[in-house]
């Protein structure tokens, strides 16, 4: 669920704006192997802090261009450094550094609901998805919930350890909450 207030959005036509990801915002990749559960997260710390944005409103429609939030591989931590260059290899960092999510269209379907429609790249592949949002009246948007991938959508192949007695599973969950200030 992704919850922001467009009570401050133009009323139809273009606007460009400048938005900041404050301090407080959290962002966690989570899995499961046949054994364990893992949880990489994110300093939020190495995200740029402000962005310029502009977007397009037409009715209940909101079209965004350059609303990308990037995030540099390297900043994943999940917690030991095993993991971590599993992890890393999973996602190909070597050949592919970053991962990013691009929020590219909100249709409101009410005060309170609308869908967003967020475009993800991992490992040079990009893949579509759309999300419930939760619209609020406040000085803040905050962006949060969880985003449900299969790995194999990316091109990505799990990772097997010791002669393959532990297989990462195929679906990880990208769990964000993410505060910014208009």
């Known amino acids: 669920m992704l919850c922001l207030s467009i009570t401050t959005m133009a009323q139809n036509g273009s606007e460009k704006r400048t938005v900041q990801i404050l301090a407080d915002s959290e962002l966690t990749i989570t ?4 054994i364990n559960k ?28 350059n609303a990308i939030l990037t995030l540099n591989n390297q900043g994943f931590d999940c917690g030991n450094r095993a993991i971590n260059k599993d992890f890393h290899a999973l996602l190909r960092t070597d050949e592919y550094p970053n991962i990013s999510l691009e929020i590219t269209e909100l249709t409101v379907q009410n005060e309170t609901q609308a869908l967003a429609k967020v475009k993800i790249t ?3 592949k990009h893949k579509n998805y759309t999300l419930p949002v939760k619209i609020v009246d406040s000085p803040v948007d905050c962006f949060t919930g969880t985003l449900k991938l299969d790995i194999n959508d990316f091109g990505l192949k799990p990772p ?10 195929e679906d990880i969950e990208i769990n964000f909450n993410l505060t910014i200030k208009k």
């Open 31 to 34: 899995g499961d192997t046949n």
């Open 38 to 65: 893992f949880l990489c997260g994110f300093d939020t710390k190495r995200l740029e802090r402000s962005k310029e944005i502009t977007f397009t409103r037409d009715n209940n429609n909101i079209k965004f261009q």
């Open 122 to 124: 991992i490992a040079g």
């Open 160 to 169: 097997k350890k010791m002669f393959g007695l532990i297989v990462v599973k």
